[in-house]
């Protein structure tokens, strides 16, 4: 029998239980409106399978996905009929594809409307652009025979800054109005995490949480409500003690003012956590706060263990990764600190 290869010196672990009480106090927060998840990139690097199946099991119908080949990672545990893809059709085999296995597309423009119907049409979604000018329908060829033609699932438009409170929502809420008094559609949608936060107003029927589902949190008003669901861990590979004015990683960066207790552990920046922690990130281990130092590399990363003697080769310890403090350290954006989290993790 082939030796199966051992576990990983690296895991993420995913607290379900936070994920599905995220999506509920978003669901709570979305009042009468269904609420949705979006679970591109991977479920926004948790999985996007354990994320769906816990999602599923909270009572979450309706997924976003942006590329048609994510689908292949839930197969088996959701209805295609409730996975809508954002980018949409871009070529006549991905309208096959979709009319084939009964996957949504999220139509963006007049040639993907027209892609759609050539490969049978049926249930769709419609992505209206209401500012951002990044990816759907200008509100210009709304009228157009082929968007009559469509069957229109859910019609939505997406906010550009919902985590900020600037008068270009309210524009943005107010051509998406527009879009829904020009057309019919079964449902009406418009917000992301932040945005269910503007209100009633901004719901339609279905919201579309992503970041806040895996613990980000945009806007003050969520601190209450959203729970951490990620946390990096990690094995320390090797301990040493250091003589003050002894260095630790590439570049000697870090240089010890003392006698002090080095550990390396096994993530670096081809795991995603990139050099930026480099001489900033925290590792914890029971209640203790111990610093990285040095240069992240790309396998490894030191850490100062002089504060907790007690560990050794073998001890995992876990990346301080609080979404919101994270970024505020690290000067990445909630959304690149959970997607760049590598493939080396076991999940
Ligand atoms: C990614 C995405 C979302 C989720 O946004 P968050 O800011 O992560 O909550 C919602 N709608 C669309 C169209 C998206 O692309």
């Given at each position: ?332 954006s909630q959304y690149e600190l959970l997607t760049l989290l590598g493939r080396r993790f076991s999940r």
């Amino acid at each position: 029998m082939p030796a199966k290869p051992p576990p990983a010196a690296l895991r993420l672990d995913i607290d379900g239980e936070a994920l599905a009480g995220n999506w509920r106090a978003l669901a709570g927060l979305s009042g009468k409106a269904a609420t949705g998840a979006a679970v591109k990139a991977d479920g926004y690097g948790v999985g996007a399978r354990r994320a769906v199946s816990v999602l599923a099991d909270a009572g979450c119908r309706d997924f976003f996905i942006a590329h048609w080949r994510e689908f292949a990672d839930l197969e088996g545990l959701v209805a295609p009929g409730t996975v809508s893809v954002l980018h949409g059709p871009l070529t006549p085999e991905d309208a096959a594809y979709g009319k084939a296995i009964g996957l949504k597309p999220v139509i963006n423009t007049l040639r993907q409307a027209q892609l759609w119907l050539e490969a049978g049409g049926g249930p769709c979604d419609l992505m209206v652009d209401t500012a951002m000018n990044r990816l759907g329908l200008p509100m210009a060829e709304i009228g157009d025979e082929a968007v009559k033609r469509l069957e229109i699932d859910v019609l939505m438009s997406h906010l550009a800054s919902a985590e900020e409170d600037v008068p270009l929502n309210e524009r943005q809420r107010q051509k998406w109005e527009e879009a829904k008094a020009a057309l019919s559609f079964r449902r009406s949608s418009l917000a992301n995490s932040a945005g269910i936060l503007l209100g009633s107003a901004y719901h339609g029927e279905l919201t579309r949480p992503g970041l806040s589902l895996y613990g980000g949190i945009q806007r003050r008003e969520l601190e209450t409500h959203i729970r951490q669901v990620v946390r990096p861990m990690a094995a320390i590979l090797q301990v040493r003690e250091i003589e003050a004015g002894e260095s630790v990683g590439y570049n000697a960066t870090f240089v010890a003012a003392q006698r002090m207790r080095v550990g390396t552990i096994a993530l670096g920046y081809a795991d995603g956590y990139l050099r930026c922690w480099s001489g900033k990130g925290v590792m914890l281990s029971q209640g203790r706060r111990l610093p990285v130092i040095g240069r992240v590399s790309m396998d490894l990363t030191g850490v100062d263990l002089t504060g907790a003697p007690d560990l050794g080769e073998g001890d995992w310890l876990e990346a301080e990764y609080s979404l919101p403090q994270a970024a505020t350290v690290s000067r990445l954006s909630q959304y690149e600190l959970l997607t760049l989290l590598g493939r080396r993790f076991s999940r």
